[in-house]
């Protein structure tokens, strides 16, 4: 019975593992639309990223899984962008006061239905008062339990 009882625990506690698969902003599957500048930088994933501020540009990533996480570069010089997961909107300030962060988790979605899933990131060419700049970076994604 102890043997029984340890395989079904085991069995559960490996069925609730979430395996995460990172996926670089140069990723075919990933969709940009408007104008986004490529940036290399050692320090980003992958050593490079890609950056925006002209209002309307998107990125779009649609994917399988049960939760997403957005990689950027936090920054003096970030703003604010709209991101819509599955048509719930919502704001991100990706600025970081006076410190640069790379490879920073601008935003982390989880728990979601196992299945298709759109995140959509739109420039907004705006900002708070502690930063100088409206830049969004997109530097890679991370699929919890899925694929792009």
């Given at each position: 019975?102890?043997?029984?009882?340890?395989?079904?625990?085991?069995?559960?506690?490996?069925?609730?593992?979430?395996?995460?698969?990172?996926?670089?902003?140069?990723?075919?599957?990933?969709?940009?639309?408007?104008?986004w500048?490529?940036?290399?930088?050692?320090?980003?994933s992958g050593?490079?990223?890609?950056?925006?501020?002209?209002?309307?540009?998107?990125?779009?990533?649609?994917?399988?899984?049960?939760?997403?996480?957005?990689?950027?570069?936090?920054?003096?010089?970030?703003?604010?962008?709209?991101?819509?997961?599955?048509?719930?909107?919502?704001?991100?300030d990706?600025?970081?006061?006076?410190?640069?962060?790379?490879?920073?988790?601008q935003l982390?979605?989880?728990?979601?239905?196992?299945?298709?899933?759109?995140?959509?990131?739109?420039?907004?060419?705006?900002?708070?008062?502690?930063?100088?700049?409206?830049?969004?970076w997109?530097?890679?994604?991370v699929?919890?339990?899925?694929?792009?």
């Open positions: 019975m102890r043997i029984l009882l340890f395989v079904l625990t085991f069995a559960a506690a490996a069925l609730a593992q979430t395996v995460t698969t990172r996926f670089e902003q140069s990723d075919s599957r990933i969709v940009y639309t408007g104008t500048y490529p940036n290399t930088n050692s320090l980003s050593g490079s990223a890609v950056l925006a501020n002209l209002k309307g540009s998107q990125c779009v990533v649609t994917f399988m899984g049960t939760g997403i996480s957005w990689i950027g570069t936090a920054d003096p010089f970030s703003g604010y962008a709209y991101v819509d997961m599955d048509g719930v909107p919502s704001q991100v990706t600025s970081n006061g006076s410190t640069t962060t790379y490879d920073y988790p982390t979605v989880s728990g979601l239905t196992p299945g298709l899933h759109t995140l959509t990131i739109e420039i907004t060419h705006s900002h708070d008062e502690t930063s100088d700049q409206s830049w969004i997109v530097d890679a994604f699929i919890q339990n899925g694929t792009l």
